[in-house]
Every structure is written in structure tokens, then in C-alpha cells.
């Protein structure tokens, strides 16, 4: 799943156009607990950002792999990335970076495999997960933006912020404006682990028409003390 997932995040562009993806090494996997990796490009000449991704099936896991995430941001650090490498060989390491959780149930599994070994591209390339696996990632980020300034760790509630903004970002210039948004219950799970690991709750706005619509509302995300 992990090789379906990396491919349409970057061909099917289901974070947009300025995505790549990059596997991560048994290395990083076993010790570090990454799949694979999110690159957003950088404007401007600036450096590309990372997201370091670990996919999960458990929802019990998911508790276990959060309060790992806390206790990094609780002791001031991330996700270390140690070794990647990129189209022409070379080898380099991105160091610290983000990192979220993607949970997947069984449905969406048996189809997106399903799709993918049918080479049913253009289904894979609309299908609905993409809306889940931005949710999913938009909630962690906001969440852990808003624990590490709840702490006062201002340096890396920016790196959450400015990760979560460049998501945005490209979501809103590449986007179809005619895509609709479909809830899944993995994100219903996801948003009240959150709630109950890190204190704090989580609310998103409803009725989008469209991906780009959403995509906007990432910053105007609600988040208070969760009761």
C-alpha cells in the first residue's frame, strides 16, 4: 500500500504539483518509523520541505505512534530522516523533519489495491482517499502546531505552520475546482485520537463544494482545549 500510496500522491498530484515522494530506507523504517517521505518544492529557490510519512492499518498503533510523536515535541525535536536519495543516485540526509500518521480501514485498502493492480489510473488518480489523506494530514499539523505553542516551543510550531501552509498552498493552485470531498471514517478516528493524546481538539469546518474550497480552510481551522 505504501507503493500505491507514494505513486498517486506524486502522479495522480494528490497534494499537487510541486510533490514528490521519496521511499525511506529499511534503516529509517525500523528505526525511525518512515515509509516514505512528502518533498514539497521550494518557491523561490528555497529549500523543499519534508514530511516524513509512517502508514498504519491499526487503530491501536495509531495511539502508540502518536504519544511517540508528543514525546518528540515535548523534548524539542521531530522525525529524523537519515538517508535518501534523489533521482540521480546521490545520497543525503534531510535531518529533522515533520512527521504524520496515515491510517488506513480495510475498505479503502481492498479498493485503492484493487484499482491499482487493474491499472485503473484515472480512478486512482480521482479517487476519494486523496480528500482523507489531506484531512489527515491537515489535522496533525494544525494539532501539532497548536501543542508545541500550547508548550511554548515557538520554533517548532513555525515548522508545523509553514509545513501546513505550503500543503495548502499547492492544494489551491493545482486542484480541480470540480472535485468533491467524501468523509472517511479513518479521519473520524484520527481527529479523536488526536483529541486524546494531545489534549486539544480539532474542528473543521463542513459543506465544501470543492477540493480548492477545503484546501482554503486549512488555516481557519478551530482548535480549543479538548474537554
Known sequence: LEVILAENIELSN???????TVFASEYDDLANGVDFAIMLA???????????VDVTFSQQQVVSKLRK???????????RIEYCQ????????????PQCILLFDETETDHLTRLWVEKRK???????FQFALVEQLGCQLLMFEQYAKRIGNTE???????MRRSLALGLVADRDQNDARKQSTTVTVLRNTLSDVFGLRCTFPNGFRSFTEWAYSLDELVVSESV
Open 156 to 162: 517548532l510550531e513555525k515548522k508545523f505552520l509553514d
Open 14 to 20: 494528490w497534494l499537487g504539483e510541486r510533490v514528490e
Open 86 to 97: 534523489d533521482s540521480e543516485g546521490e545520497k543525503y540526509s534531510p535531518g529533522q523533519v
Open 122 to 128: 484515472r480512478e486512482l488518480e480521482h479517487h476519494p
Open 69 to 79: 510523536i508528543k514525546e518528540k515535541i515535548d523534548s524539542g525535536d521531530l522525525t
Open 42 to 52: 521550494g518557491l523561490q529557490e528555497s529549500a523543499p520541505r519534508y514530511l516524513a
